[in-house]
């Protein structure tokens, strides 16, 4: 006897992920669609104008997009590097049960729950030519910096903004991986005589490394789409010293009214995004250890 196929077994799977699929379609498929389509025309008067690549070559060829593309690259390796480091770092050392430990990560977790606007506007504060920051300075006989109004110094302190910002979400995110090696495998490293050394390099680092490399996306994807620190705390000066990629996109766009230069330059920053997701899969995961 065979068996009846019932229609609606078959269908109800489709139908339950249909809404995401309609809605993945509609604001992420076609928006990406529509921006590459409209990277090869120029606005005008008289409506869109088809151009070809001639939006691509006056990218590459002007010096704001170069200066945005280095400045976001220098950004995206900053944070990710010191982001990752210094987590595993508050993570190692605040891995004991001690009642200074709690209280330490509750303080470091703060800055993660408040909004990017009155982070940026406080240190905006903290960082003006006579602010709190110089201020201190002042008082141990320090040379006062131009934070924010110096070429040489804006956009390490964006950086340190954001740094400061997201260290103790991702510290914590490490501190409960570390909490999560079994004892035993510390425990026989103890017993061999390993040292503390080579019981990370070869115990707790592996053990680490599946959320390491998901850090290392997250940060990654997350550093080149920075835009509201840099909006609020600079808007990309002194000159171009701290304009980003999502900042131009944003101002082409916005200010300038030429979308197809933003289109163009958000395709290229498509691309970017697409090749690192396929390194990191590709050669980075090779070094991952899932249990």
Known sequence: MKKKIHIGRLVLPYAMVMPAIILLLVFTFWPIVNMVYLSFFESGLKGNVFVGWANYQRLFMGDQFTSAFKNTLIYMAFVTFFVIFLGLVFALSLQRDKKINAIAQRVMFLPHICSMLAISLIWQWLMDDEGLLNALFSFFNLPAFKWLNDSATSLL????????????????????????????????????????????FKITLPMLSPQLF????TITMNSFKVFDVVRL????????????????????AREYNQYGIACAAGSILLVILLILTFVYFRVVEKKVHYQ
């Open 214 to 217: 998901f850090l290392l996306i």
């Open 157 to 200: 302190s964006i950086m340190l903004v954001v740094i400061w910002k997201g260290l103790g979400y991702y510290a914590l995110l490490l501190l409960s991986s570390v909490k999560s090696i079994p004892t035993e495998l510390l425990e026989a490293a103890d017993l061999d005589d390993a040292g503390k050394l080579r019981t990370f």
């Open 233 to 252: 705390m600079t808007q990309g000066g002194p000159g171009n010293s701290s304009d980003v990629l999502v900042y131009y996109i944003y101002r082409y």
